[in-house]
């Protein structure tokens, strides 16, 4: 696998943040590829890493970020080496953007939302107000949102009219690559549906890729066409999504799966025992062992990657 | 479950409106409609699911039938006694047979008190034990809710999700009560441990022989602990059935549009299912449309749905729906 063939490539990406108890590990050697117009989900629980992992490609880091190295290849070329100037020029929204969670109470409340959707137009491509605007309408159209909205203030609009502007605002320097942090978690079912429908047409009309970034795992499988299961700072596999849903490999994975109700099935829905581990102090072999019902001896070792047809899982037992 | 057809709860035609005020005197302007004429009973020993979107009027149904909020109209009967007309004093003694979980174990726990405050409170509250007591009691509870009873000094930062919400659950435990409602109590949890909480919540039914109002948006998992299951839109039910009669045969186009918007995580046969994709959003409960509630964004409505509300009837033995096309 050459940098050069793939829209996104990420090697060894590290993000630690610092605190007074020690480094907070949140991502912590990160390892996947994205062709483009693909869609890939990184599935975990909370506090697992999964907006942390977001921040590190975006480089949007807090003030306490710690250790932040590997190499994040767009296109073949290394974004991490850019200096900060030429990152925010070049990459930031006008490459890859992103839909952050909880995006609809995001919006700036006093900001038509019209203007702040014209807003990374106006200073990534150096249109004027104009042609942002209507750029904005040709966004608008491409979400649903209606185009007389661009005159409205975010409170009145819903919340699944709030989500829409806030992809639209992803969208308007056509980037290669948007990153949706959690984007239907606070919605109810059939506004998820529809935003779903939104996302989906994206992808097939302009070839977009995306990360989708969720614990939802149910909405997941609607857009992806890849799966990257997240614990504890890591990622433990990655496979497409058609043989993921259907057999994943990771016993975490398979208990993640097996605790999601189904609406037709009387199959009653599982547990994950314990909690994950806290990611200032993590153990030593596999982060996973302490809640695993398939441990044996090895989980002592920190596990490598296994490649198993085609699919990738960081468990001793596919040794 | 021990369903019997003994009715515990009897909600009738509850109403509850909150006025809007506006200008400078203050003058009421309108109402929110929250809760418009709901009609439900509870049998003991049972769960009922009440399901719908958000802002639809679930939870205000669940503090209305507590008398957390006095309701406009309507009777909400328990046991025979009419808790609308109650007096405060008999109220405040009705309200250790009936507790509430609620959904934010990361809100509803006050952070300043012990687990041992917190679960031992109800019990002061009420002055039903004193003392030692309390503390004995308290261990009892968290052995109850499967807690380290020594957790009882500690404080709720120090808990996951789940254990909170498990600390919820003693809390609501403390009076023995025989119904309690769960407002939304696994929807702030990761999914990896719902079903910890959803499992404890069972095997308390089955030992206490509690009765449940289980209020929640996530159809798949109000399927797996309900016996009935109540479909609300917009303040009033649209839909009560049996829970496999309504998943299996929802007649009403709300909850078939809701049920075919479920995701299901497996993309082959996600592929192959037909999906009712409502357009717009939910009125606002200020201004509801006239006759359906519905009809605007109902796939099927005719020019009589505008004009007169559906009745709630009974199509086949015990499913109701609203619904004038229903057949």
Redesign the interface.
């Given at each position: 696998m050459t940098h050069n063939s793939k829209l996104l490539n990420i090697e060894d990406l590290v993000l630690h943040f610092k605190t007074l108890q020690g480094p907070v590990q949140a991502v912590d050697g990160v390892n996947f590829s994205l062709d483009s117009n693909r869609a890939v989900v990184i599935l975990g629980e909370s506090g697992c890493g999964k907006s942390s992992l977001a921040r590190a490609i975006l480089r949007l880091l807090p003030r306490n970020a710690g250790t932040y190295s590997g190499h994040i290849y767009l296109n073949g070329n290394d974004i991490m080496t850019l200096p900060e100037d030429d990152f925010r020029q070049t990459i930031r929204w006008a490459a890859i953007s992103m839909v952050p969670q909880a995006a609809m109470n995001s919006l700036n409340p006093v900001i038509r939302v019209g203007d702040q959707v014209a807003e990374p137009a106006i200073v990534h491509l150096g249109v004027s107000k104009a042609d942002a605007i209507s750029l904005v309408k040709k966004m608008f159209q491409h979400v649903g949102v209606p185009e007389d909205f661009i005159n409205r203030y975010p409170f009145e609009l819903s919340g699944g009219m709030r989500q829409r502007v806030a992809i639209a605002m992803a969208l308007v320097t056509s980037p290669m690559l948007i990153i949706l942090d959690e984007p239907t978690s606070a919605l109810d079912v059939l506004t998820q549906a529809n935003i779903f429908n939104v996302l989906k047409r994206l992808k097939k009309e302009l070839g977009i890729s995306f990360i989708l970034i969720t614990h939802d795992i149910a909405t997941s499988s609607e857009l992806a066409d890849d799966v990257a299961v997240m614990y504890a700072g890591q990622i433990v596999e990655v496979g497409d999504t058609y043989r993921f849903f259907d057999h994943p490999l990771h016993p975490y994975s398979q208990k993640l799966m097996a605790s999601v109700p189904r609406l037709h099935s009387d199959k009653e829905p599982e547990f994950i025992v314990g909690r994950p581990p806290s990611l200032i102090n993590l153990p030593q072999g596999c982060r996973f062992a302490d809640r695993c019902p398939a441990r044996f001896e090895k989980c002592v070792q920190n596990p490598p990657v296994f490649e198993q047809d085609g699919r990738q899982v960081k468990c001793w037992l596919y040794a | 479950m021990t369903a019997n057809n003994e009715v515990l709860l009897h909600v009738d035609n509850l109403v509850m409106h909150f006025p809007i005020y506006r200008g400078v005197f203050q003058r009421q302007v309108g109402a929110v409609r929250a809760v418009d004429g709901v009609s439900f009973d509870v049998k003991r020993g049972e769960t009922l699911g009440l399901v719908g979107?958000?802002g639809c009027g679930k939870s205000t149904t669940g503090r209305a039938i507590l008398q957390l909020y006095k309701p406009t109209a309507g009777k909400v009967e328990y046991e025979g006694t009419n808790l609308v007309t109650l007096k405060r004093e008999p109220m405040r003694q009705m309200r250790r047979k009936m507790q509430m979980i609620f959904q934010d174990p990361y809100a509803s726990l006050n952070p300043r008190m012990t687990v041992g405050q917190l679960v031992g409170e109800p019990l002061m509250v009420h002055s039903v034990t004193t003392g030692e007591e309390i503390d004995k009691r308290v261990e009892q509870l968290l052995e109850l809710v499967k807690l380290n009873p020594a957790f009882a000094t500690r404080y709720p930062h120090e808990f996951?999700?789940?254990q909170r919400q498990r600390i919820g659950v003693a809390r609501a435990l403390a009076l023995n009560p025989n119904f309690i409602i769960c407002d939304e109590p696994i929807s702030a949890l990761?999914?990896?441990?719902?079903?910890?909480v959803?499992?404890l919540l069972e095997e308390l039914q089955q030992q206490f022989g509690l009765t449940y109002l289980f209020i929640a948006?996530?159809?798949?998992?109000v399927?797996?602990i309900s016996d009935r299951v109540a479909v609300m839109y917009l303040g009033v039910i649209m839909e009560l059935a049996e829970r496999e009669e309504l998943?299996n045969n929802p007649l009403h186009p709300y909850t078939q549009?809701?049920?075919s918007?479920?995701?299901?995580?497996?993309?082959?046969a996600?592929a192959q299912r037909k999906?009712v994709?409502?357009?717009g959003?939910?009125p606002s409960p200020a201004n509801p449309p006239s006759g359906c509630r519905f009809r605007t964004r109902c796939p099927i409505a005719v020019p009589l749905c505008a004009e007169s509300q559906p009745e709630f009837r009974e199509l086949r033995p015990g499913h109701f729906v609203a619904c004038h096309l229903a057949k």
């Open positions: - | 979107e958000s996951s999700g789940g990761d999914v990896s441990i719902q079903a910890q959803v499992n948006h996530d159809l798949s998992m399927r797996h998943y549009a809701l049920l918007a479920v995701p299901i995580p497996d993309p082959v996600d999906r994709i409502l357009e959003d939910v």
